[in-house]
């Protein structure tokens, strides 16, 4: 126990200084621990929220992986486009294989479908709008849906000739390389999408 006045070491059950006589007064160290540890914790804690708040800055934005999103989206828009371009003379065309116009139909009128999402996901990939990511996982997975429904439906068409059915046959051994693409566009990026931190940051704007 040391004085209070003169700060020299006396005996714990002191009452009063042996050296200079002063009256010592116990000073409770308890509550001072408890808010030293207080504060400790709650400046700690501020540390810690100013840490993720600055991830945060540093992950948001349409940068990174992110940014191949959205230019697999122009990419895709700008296929699509080309798509219905070529594809547009053939609609009105007479085949020998039955089914086969309606199918080339079909196919050019999901397009138009897909290059309509595609614009309403780039418009909510630029606003940042927080129901990209959902709106994302849809679009990646209808597209699989789409290519397997296609092919389901090249490969149960049946020509008149072998010539033909060989057309038919190579036509779908091609899209089978559409379904693998499609597929692992897919998984790729409906994964990131959805475990990514900077997708989580960035996309919180409501409008």
Known sequence: ?????????????????????????????????????????????????????????????????????GLGLIWQLLSQTYFLYTTLPEITKTYEIPGLLALIQSEFLVSIFIIIFILYLLYLYFKKNKNFPKYFIIYAVFCVVYVLADHFFLTSLAAPTQALQKVLNDTASNNLNSIYQELFYAIVWVSYIKKSKRVKATFVNDK
Do not use: R
């Open 1 to 69: 126990m040391y004085c209070n006045k003169c700060g020299k070491h006396n005996p714990e059950d002191s009452k009063f200084c042996k050296y200079c006589g002063s009256k010592i007064i116990k000073v409770e160290t308890k509550d001072k621990n408890v808010n030293s540890n207080q504060i400790e914790v709650s400046s700690s804690e501020q540390e810690n929220k100013k840490t993720i708040q600055n991830n945060e800055k540093v992950n948001a934005g349409l940068g990174g992986w992110l940014a191949l999103v």
